[in-house]
């Protein structure tokens, strides 16, 4: 056998406070949530880790093609938590559309928590991810985030709100939980990395394969809902809603208007994803 070179993994850093924000993404950009059913199943997943390792979930937001979680963790370390998840939902992931290979984008995203700004900043971004993506206009009006319950009952969903407010008192929680001006995102996005973006040319090539059309003039007589589906299919491949916006006319309002109203209804088989395809 020939020798093999092996650059090693830089090791996780580890939080003293236990408290982690966690950002799970699909690999090749895929989403990783495709129905309803999925988002469900996630959080059911996330209920019995939870359950079963003691961490607390102290924030949660699920995207089209990725999640964020801030969590606190007791005994068992972060990277065994996060497996544990990983093969819950990936495996159940994999049974129902019959896919096969990696589903998380090589290792997770963890990064410690360790004072109380940075603790503010972290939860105002993680809420706020779905109104910056154009899914909303309110935070507490996503339907797959922690946000909207501080001031409801959580219902069964997998947030533990007591810790939460344990650790920040309810008049701080109600201020941080405006919508979050770009210098949240500046301070956030160094630590956890921004997802990788397509070059136009690959968003030209997505676009025609998505649509079967060449040119914006041909998109615009589509009917609305192939000009829906096709958004959503970009929209699974992380392109974003400015290079949507160019390569079918439309403007960037208009694409994200169009993508919120398609959510949920992307069909199954463009999910091309499987097993966890991630280590601790």
Request: aromatic residues 8%; hydrophobic residues 35%.
């Amino acid at each position: 056998m020939g020798e093999r070179s092996i650059v090693p993994r830089r090791p996780r850093q580890r939080a003293e406070s236990g408290v982690y924000h966690v950002v799970l993404r699909g690999v090749n950009r895929d989403a990783v949530f495709l129905e309803d059913e999925d988002f469900e199943r996630f959080l059911s997943a996330l209920r019995a880790v939870r359950d079963a390792t003691g961490c607390r979930v102290l924030a949660y937001c699920l995207m089209t093609n990725h999640v964020h979680l801030v969590l606190r963790t007791t005994d068992e370390p972060v990277g065994l938590v996060l497996k544990r998840l990983g093969i819950r939902y990936a495996g159940w992931f994999n049974r129902k559309y019959g896919r096969v290979g990696h589903f998380f984008q090589d290792r997770f995203v963890s990064r410690p928590v360790e004072d109380d700004a940075y603790f503010l900043t972290v939860l105002r971004y993680v809420w706020n991810n779905p109104v910056k993506a154009g899914m909303c206009e309110r935070a507490e009006d996503y339907r797959w985030s922690s946000r909207r319950f501080l001031e409801q009952d959580a219902g069964g969903r997998p947030v533990d709100g007591e810790e939460l407010r344990r650790l920040v008192p309810a008049r701080v929680l109600a201020e941080i939980a405006d919508p979050a001006p770009e210098r949240i995102a500046s301070v956030v996005e160094p630590a956890i990395g921004r997802p990788l973006r397509h070059t136009d040319a690959e968003v030209v090539s997505l676009f025609r394969t998505a649509s079967g059309v060449g040119d914006p003039r041909e998109f615009r007589l589509l009917d609305p809902i192939r000009q829906r589906t096709a958004i959503s299919e970009l929209r699974t491949r992380s392109v974003s809603y400015d290079q949507i916006a160019r390569v079918t006319g439309l403007s960037a309002s208009t694409v994200k208007r169009r993508h919120a109203s398609s959510v949920g209804r992307t069909r199954p088989e463009d999910a091309g994803l499987g097993s966890t395809g991630w280590g601790g």
